[in-house]
């Protein structure tokens, strides 16, 4: 099994920056693709950006230029450092991690608990 463990929501004021982090804990397995999603209240949730295992990044336009994804491949970590933040990004915020356990060829998705973000104006 693979444990998500988030960190690093809050409230802000518009304009100012937070850091989310998410390790993910276990053994037995390779991580492939991490990410974030979101959801805003009464909304589906939505990509925010994801990274290779390679460092390839891909970024919802919406966030395009003021987010920036990141990934410790040594500590099973991934980042996400949001700066300039509007009330519009305000939502929970879930990391996902692409994993395929030992002995497997298929690869598996886990999701973290959500850490909330709330920006004011």
């Known amino acids: 099994q693979v444990q998500l463990v988030e960190s690093g929501g809050g409230l802000v004021q518009a304009g100012g920056s937070l850091r989310l982090s998410c390790a993910a804990s276990g053994s037995g397995f390779n991580i492939n693709a991490m990410g974030w999603y979101r959801r805003a209240p009464g909304k589906q949730r939505e990509l925010v950006a994801t990274i290779t295992r390679g460092g390839r990044t891909n970024y919802s336009d919406s966030v395009k230029g003021r987010f920036t994804i990141s990934r410790d491949n040594a500590k099973n970590t991934v980042y996400l450092q949001m700066n300039s933040l509007k009330p519009e990004d305000t939502a929970d915020y879930y990391c996902?991690?692409?994993?395929?356990?030992?002995?497997?060829?298929?690869?598996?998705?886990?999701w973290g608990q959500g850490t909330q973000v709330t920006v004011s104006s």
């Open positions: 996902n991690v692409k994993v395929v356990h030992r002995l497997s060829t298929y690869e598996v998705g886990y």
